[in-house]
């Protein structure tokens, strides 16, 4: 619980140092600003690749899987469409709910309330005793699969955003070789695992698709270059890892510090928003609809954050439609541990950022963002008693 809580502070944080920074820095802050979102990129790819290397199936029963990836992908689909036509239909101004350039900007920073954390929630589950159940081990393959399946769906996002241009056809064929490698060779190379080496990783997933985008569009001057974003490099890397548990001390440290460091830096990577305007040139340059919508007061901004909280949490009930064949708290249980959200879906906002996306939406999933971190602990608590509750009415352990 004191490091769910500690993610919440560390955002926080962030988000005052966003609204410090710029005008104590001065010149300095853009040169501050590259150097961020390197380390920001690093962290990033550090926590995707531990989330792949937690990807492990038998792909003999591949079949037994595709339901469970079904389930998982509609867990992730409603609290995203819930939140995209609550930005398009409730906090925007009413002429712009039929712009598309409003619809693809909601639709992309909304996918924020699709992940599910896999990392916090696998441990804090453990941690109370649930390891051996049905409900932690169904959490687990769809956890990992609504992971999977919002990584994914950025690319056809990013094809809403900038069109189908040369350079997104290379990305959906790098996204395409990706799947195959990790599929074809999953849990397959016996590397080293510890955090050194996965952060000697990370830095070379950021380097490559850094060198890419740089070489690219030195190639190619009239043009953008290829950008991959490394969520799913990363992710992949992981997956190929025949996963080796290291569980001590250094390791938990190191893991949580990087973690931190991220939620940081996603804080701080947030546009200015104090006062009654969220307008950067940036925003208003690129034409964002999100991006220059004046700024809420402070009472509206929370009352959208609770609504917006309700609302992809809502979305997160879909396992109880399903499993029919298990006792309807089981099927609670498992929706309310896919409440939780963390790492995938900051990474998320941080996309959306480079997008030129802002606005009181920014803020409102942010905090929305910071509210569900808050409320881990509570979540996990109700899941153990909902086992518990199981357990006793089937009058069996809590073991599979």
């Not at 398009?88 to 009413?94: E, T, Y």
């Not at 890892?241 to 830096?265: C, Q, W, Y």
């Not at 009654?276 to 220059?292: E, H, K, Q, R, W």
């Not at 402070?298 to 396992?319: D, E, M, Q, R, W």
């Amino acid at each position: 619980m004191k490091k769910v809580l500690s993610f919440s502070l560390f955002l926080i944080i962030g988000l005052v140092l966003s609204q410090i920074l710029p005008d104590v820095m001065g010149d300095t802050f853009h040169s501050f600003k590259e150097v961020a979102n390197i380390l920001l990129y690093v962290t990033l790819a550090y926590i995707m690749i531990n989330v792949g290397r937690e990807f492990e199936l038998d792909k003999t029963r591949w079949k037994s899987y595709v339901d469970d990836y079904f389930i998982a992908m509609a867990t992730a689909a409603l609290p995203w469409i819930f939140v995209a036509c609550y930005y398009v239909f409730i906090l925007l101004p009413v002429e712009h709910n039929t712009s598309w350039e409003t619809w693809k900007e909601s639709l992309l920073l909304s996918r924020f309330a699709a992940p599910t954390s896999a990392g916090i929630l696998f441990a804090m589950l453990a941690a109370i005793g649930l390891s051996t159940s049905w409900v932690y081990k169904k959490i687990q393959i769809l956890a990992i699969f609504d992971d999977l399946d919002t990584i994914l769906l950025m690319i056809p996002l990013q094809i809403i955003m900038i069109g189908m241009r040369w350079q997104m056809i290379a990305v959906v064929l790098s996204v395409v070789f990706m799947i195959y490698l990790g599929w074809r060779y999953l849990g397959r190379f016996n590397i080293r695992q510890n955090w050194q080496y996965i952060l000697l990783y990370s830095i070379i997933v950021v380097t490559v698709t850094h060198s890419i985008y740089f070489i690219t569009s030195t190639l190619f001057v009239d043009d953008e270059g290829i950008h991959i974003e490394v969520l799913l490099p990363a992710f992949v890397l992981g997956m190929l890892m025949r996963h080796v548990h290291i569980d001590n001390k250094s390791e938990r440290a190191v893991t949580t510090g990087i973690s931190l460091i991220f939620m940081l830096l996603v804080g701080m990577s947030m546009p200015h928003f104090l006062g009654s305007s969220l307008l950067t040139d940036a925003a208003i340059d690129s034409g964002s609809v999100l991006g220059n919508q004046p700024m809420l007061p402070a009472g509206t901004i929370a009352l959208h954050v609770l609504f917006v909280t309700l609302l992809s949490n809502l979305g997160k009930l879909v396992p109880l439609l399903f499993y029919r064949d298990r006792l309807i708290e089981e099927r609670l249980a498992i929706s309310v541990g896919m409440f939780t959200r963390g790492e995938v879906g900051a990474g998320i906002i941080f996309i959306a950022l480079g997008y030129n996306i802002g606005g009181p939406a920014l803020v409102i999933s942010v905090l929305t963002l910071v509210l569900n971190l808050i409320l881990t602990g509570i979540f996990v608590v109700w899941v153990k008693k909902l086992a518990i509750r199981a357990a006793l009415k089937s009058d069996k352990p809590l073991t599979i």
